[in-house]
């Protein structure tokens, strides 16, 4: 049976956000796998009822790797925390899949290290979801790396197309790279260079998609290096927040205004509830020999049940059997 | 007296909402100014009333760069086109500044080849504006450049802290350089170069800011390269567009939901009208030995008025004695 290790240390509110999402998921009707959580038993077993379900075990680990730990002192100083532990575990083949909604980096950083790459895969890199118009497309790579080869770029595109087609279930997804005009001879070094490899791949590459084309869902997969999809991502979660204070600037106006926006308030929420990231519920880290989950610092309990289930989708789809088949039939990079 | 050359034949409207924008330009209290209208005479007198205005006058040019002609094309064999001339004009010193709605990568390439740079600039650049929490704030680079030179990332820091400065009248704009972190150490190989430079330059520079921070305003002058800008640009202008399409689905719900729509779309509307580029009218390309303010295609007569009036605040502002000032009293670079 399948079991998913959970960092119960990891994030804002752990271990209690990350002990109730791990609680249910394993009471929803889908759950036909094990969850471990791990890190410090008795503050893991002060958020359990009494009566632990029976899908639920207990692994304890000493350190916890704090949210604002440089990376290289989690790799170096923190190989009793939850995160490091639960890695291991992992690559040791005790659990088929690990999440955390901890420290991004040195959740990226553990898990490259202790993980490794899947053969051919030259740089692992995040997925993340950004709302479009038909529905939540892949924005890829979302800051697991800052400079882009070339190749990287058309790595990225074809695990991105294979995340898309098993875990989002669009077959065929239309990949697209992130570009400043729609001709190929357009663009930075980089994005030209990568241009003819990503046509040449296994995937539906539809060409240069622009800024305005991320939204109306142009593309299922769109393709950046790490530092452009990383200030885009930052980017587009900031969106609600400004439409928030501009709600606040005009409630502020006056009594009448004031009653106007509180009863607008929850259709506009509920119209862009898609860009709330608790749904999508962690980003994969793709290019590991593994299955790393990484969530928001702040995930609830239902972004972290998501995850989890996220990470088992991903077992029971075979990603990365499907990412190793593809790095390894692709012609070596010169 | 100052006079401002037109480009009477750019522009998805042209050239009916140009000739209207500097009909309401001359007629504006604030204009003390002369509007020169240059392109093909027939159609711009067809536009105008029976009596001109005694502040616009007409110059006429045969030729007309087309909204789609390759920016070679347009160097090469448009030399008797509105936009050719009119920068010609320009440079000769018979008007004291441009603006164009026409193609935007013509309008750069043709502004930087006949005006040439200002001493000690290496790369003209486009500031364009985001709205934010705390009012417009200045992206810079958004798109005359593609690879960006930690060098160049400092002189855009500088000119786009004067433009803020003189034109937007912000006295010490802070100035970030958009990043994927917070430390000087995060970014690419670029922005971590850059960031020593635009320490070292006479500007408040408040260190990086992530995407998260542009539409806080945490900086009046965000630097990035203009590969990233433009991504950013575009990105940013969508959002409208997705909230509009988000109205028009939950429209298809039912009636009353239609009904509710129409209620709270004026109010949202109104509430994001800071995102209306048309507002904005126009981005300066700075750093050309000259002042060339460049339009959206579809720039309305009300735009194009307000890019006619920029214009003249860096000629009233000495927005270029200023950035000639900077750039030379700086080291020269190794």
Same mark, same amino acid.
């Not at 400004?242 to 005009?250: A, E, I, V, W």
């Not at 308030?265 to 020999?289: C, F, H, S």
């Given at each position: 049976m399948v079991t998913i290790a959970v960092d119960a240390m990891g994030g804002d509110h752990a271990p209690h956000n990350v002990v109730q999402g791990a609680l249910a998921c394993v009471r929803d009707a889908r759950c036909d796998f094990r969850v471990l959580l791990v890190g410090r038993e008795d503050a893991i077993r002060a958020e359990l009822p009494a009566t632990i379900p029976e899908a639920v075990s207990i692994r304890h680990t000493d350190d916890v790797v704090e949210m604002n730990d440089p990376i290289a002192s989690?790799?170096?100083?923190?190989?009793?925390?939850?995160?490091?532990?639960?890695?291991?575990?992992?690559?040791?083949?005790?659990?088929?899949?690990?999440?955390?909604?901890?420290?991004?980096?040195?959740?990226?950083?553990?898990?490259?290290?202790?993980?490794?790459?899947?053969?051919?895969?030259?740089?692992?890199?995040?997925?993340?979801?950004?709302?479009?118009?038909?529905?939540?497309?892949?924005?890829?790579?979302?800051?697991?790396?800052?400079?882009?080869k070339p190749l990287h770029l058309a790595q990225f595109g074809i695990m991105g197309s294979i995340y898309t087609e098993l875990v989002m279930e669009r077959s065929s997804p239309n990949v697209g790279l992130l570009n400043v005009g729609e001709e190929k001879s357009k663009g930075n070094d980089a994005s030209i260079a990568a241009w003819p490899l990503l046509q040449a791949a296994p995937i539906r590459f539809i060409g240069n998609i622009e800024g305005r084309d991320i939204l109306k869902g142009t593309a299922d997969v769109v393709v950046c290096d790490g530092f452009t999809g990383n200030i885009?991502?930052?980017?587009?979660?900031?969106?609600?927040?400004?439409?928030?204070? !501009?709600?606040? #600037? *005009?409630? @502020?106006? =006056?009594? +009448?205004?004031? $009653?106007? %926006?509180?009863? &607008?308030?929850?259709?506009?929420?509920?119209?862009? !509830?898609?860009? #709330? *990231?608790? @749904?999508? =519920?962690? +980003?994969?880290? $793709?290019? %590991?020999?593994? &299955?790393?989950?990484?969530g928001h610092g702040s995930s609830s309990p239902r972004a972290i049940m998501n995850m989890i289930f996220a990470a088992k989708h991903m077992v029971d789809r075979r990603v990365n059997e499907s990412i190793r088949e593809a790095m390894t039939s692709q012609q070596s990079p010169t």
């Open positions: 989690a790799l170096k100083s923190r190989k009793q925390s939850s995160m490091y532990r639960g890695l291991e575990w992992h690559r040791d083949g005790d659990v088929q899949g690990f999440i955390s909604a901890g420290n991004t980096g040195a959740v990226m950083a553990l898990s490259t290290l202790l993980l490794g790459r899947l053969p051919g895969v030259a740089r692992p890199c995040i997925g993340t979801f950004l709302p479009s118009s038909r529905g939540p497309v892949l924005l890829i790579d979302a800051g697991a790396n800052v400079d882009s885009i991502l930052k980017f587009a979660e900031s969106f609600p927040g400004l439409l928030k204070s !501009k709600f606040y #600037d *005009y409630a @502020e106006r =006056g009594l +009448v205004q004031k $009653l106007w %926006v509180g009863l &607008i308030a929850r259709t506009i929420k509920n119209m862009i !509830k898609d860009w #709330d *990231y608790q @749904e999508y =519920g962690g +980003v994969p880290l $793709l290019g %590991v020999n593994g &299955i790393s989950i990484i």
